[in-house]
């Protein structure tokens, strides 16, 4: 247990139990909040349990950004040295060089281990709000391709934790087009919106995205994670600007 206490970042709230907790080697089968002393039964079935918190805590998601990183590094079969590199290029600019050292150490036990990756979904689906879940989803894109390409594997395994996380199909095509550029349809599906939409139902998708992945959306987990919320908003800043020049909008 000593060796993730050392790099979380505040105080674990629902990650302390459930199968993020199991993980981790915390206690199994309960969530307890530090602060009130509130236990939260859980339940590997169906995912219900008697109380939620009230908002993910930093350290809460932290230690699913760990877990997803290595069961994502580890869905093509191979854990590639340009997805380790990212993956220590990112630690480090958003935890500094002391905390990513310990995140990495923490990272290589964690890929040792056999990662129940639906249950550890559903448990993020059940106490994250959604702005952090997008963000995860972000992430686990953006490391799918550190080596240059999305590979099918990973897009699967990305699609079905997603889904598990009670995303919509919507929600992850947007994410996925950021990444994916299958078809020149991609700025459309990263807007949510459908070729044959018309100019004022683009920019009303627009308007609509821009509330939805709002960097203030995850404040709550502190200014290391304001900077990948930035890159995802830029990325539909960028597929509107695309749109817009296409149609000839102003």
């Known amino acids: ?18 199968p993020i907790g199991a993980l ?17 039964q859980w339940s590997e079935d169906d995912g219900s349990r008697e109380k939620v918190r ?3 805590t930093r350290a809460d998601f932290e230690a699913s950004l760990l877990i997803l990183t290595a069961a994502v590094l580890k869905a093509d079969g191979a854990v590639k040295k340009s997805e380790l590199d990212f993956v220590k290029r990112f630690f480090v600019v958003q935890f500094g060089e002391k905390r990513a050292g310990e995140l990495l150490l923490s990272l290589r036990d964690m890929l040792q281990k056999e ?8 448990q993020i ?8 879940r997008l963000q995860l989803v972000h992430y686990m894109f953006q490391l799918a391709k550190a080596d240059g390409v999305v590979h099918s594997q990973e897009v699967e395994l990305i699609t079905q934790i997603a889904i598990n996380m009670g995303l919509s199909a919507a929600d992850i095509n947007s994410i996925k087009s ?3 550029s299958e078809t020149k349809e991609s700025a459309y599906a990263i807007l949510e919106v459908e070729r044959t939409a018309t100019d004022d139902e ?5 308007r609509k995205m821009a509330v939805k992945y709002h960097p203030d959306k995850v404040s709550h987990l502190g200014e290391e994670h304001l900077r990948m919320a930035n890159e995802k908003f830029q990325k539909l800043t960028e597929a509107y600007e695309q749109v817009k020049k296409e149609r000839g909008m102003k």
């Open 24 to 40: 981790l080697g915390f206690a199994l089968g309960t969530i307890y909040d530090n602060a009130s002393g509130d236990v939260v």
């Open 202 to 206: 683009v920019k009303k998708a627009y």
């Open 178 to 180: 950021m990444f994916v």
């Open 125 to 132: 689906r059940s106490f994250m709000d959604q702005a952090s």
């Open 115 to 122: 990662i129940e990756v639906a249950s550890v979904a559903r």
């Open 1 to 18: 247990m000593a060796k993730y206490v050392k790099w979380l970042g505040g105080t674990l709230g629902w990650a302390f139990g459930g």
């Open 54 to 56: 009230p908002q993910t």
